[in-house]
């Protein structure tokens, strides 16, 4: 990469930066509005979204910028940090919910009413977060974007946006704590989390197995370690999401039974 690239993809990075801490500093207002009004809130909820948000500082630092930009392993690690274990960790930190109580009713409702719509409820379904989510992956690894992204730092930014959003996105839509009442059923879920997990460890078969990315500049031994470093990361993240899934499913059907045996049932998440 060009020197003058590489400072260029610094400055994007810082900007990220930036925008995670003022998304983190918004979070904690609004925790602080709700126990000012005496509403609950989960401290371990906090700490999760904090944890995430933590995670996109680290894969935005200038080392790990550097790391992936000499190494092809680094890369691997950035990306696991800014599409699977920092996403998992925000969605767990309901900040959607949080975002509809710290708001105005009628600011609440329009949310709601957007949220919706048919366009919002197309993007946030399973399989299209599947397709944003993996798919990139196939298209990023499997084709010469991965080299153009390295000479083009408005792509390489818009590529690690993308992945922190797309990676957001489908963990929410597999088991994502705030109210969304038209999210599909739980076996739809269930199959694409199946789906995604063998998604994704065929793309580090294909890998390892025929040197991708190729004319990258990087040596096979590099490429067969990023590989696995993508196979078994993206593995114990998606056990950590199926975990979350179970979790979420095993306490549905408590309230469920909760309620038909005279309980009050409830979505707030808080």
Not at 25 to 38: M, P
Not at 43 to 64: D, E, I, K, Q
Not at 158 to 164: A, D, G, K, S, T
Not at 236 to 249: K, S
């Amino acid at each position: 990469m060009a020197h003058d690239t590489h400072l260029l993809t610094l400055a994007g990075t810082s900007l990220l930066v930036v925008l995670t801490l003022a998304l983190w500093f918004a979070y904690v207002l609004g925790v602080r509005a709700q126990r000012r009004r005496r509403k609950t809130w989960h401290c371990w909820r906090t700490v999760s979204f904090s944890l995430g948000c933590g995670l996109l500082v680290a894969a935005f630092s200038p080392f790990m910028v550097e790391w992936g930009h000499a190494d092809l392993r680094g890369h691997m690690a950035q990306h696991l940090l800014l599409g699977m274990f920092a996403p998992i960790a925000m969605m767990l930190g309901a900040p959607g919910t949080l975002l509809l109580r710290s708001v105005p009713v009628v600011t609440a409702r329009r949310i709601t009413e957007f949220a919706g719509s048919v366009p919002v409820r197309c993007l946030s379904h399973p399989v299209t977060a599947l397709m944003l989510n993996v798919g990139a992956l196939y298209i990023l690894y499997l084709t010469p974007l991965y080299q153009l992204s390295f000479s083009e730092p408005v792509l390489h930014l818009w590529l690690h946006l993308h992945f922190v959003l797309a990676g957001y996105l489908f963990s929410w839509s597999i088991a994502g704590p705030d109210p969304a009442p038209h999210r599909p059923g739980m076996w739809l879920r269930l199959i694409v989390l199946f789906v995604a997990i063998a998604a994704h460890a065929v793309l580090g078969k294909l890998m390892y197995a025929y040197g991708f990315p190729r004319d990258a500049g990087h040596d096979l031994a590099e490429i067969e370690a990023a590989a696995q470093l993508m196979y078994y990361g993206g593995d114990f993240a998606e056990l950590l999401l199926a975990l979350v899934f179970f979790a979420t499913w095993y306490r549905r059907r408590k309230l469920a039974g909760s309620a038909s045996d005279g309980g009050q049932q409830t979505a707030d998440p808080g």
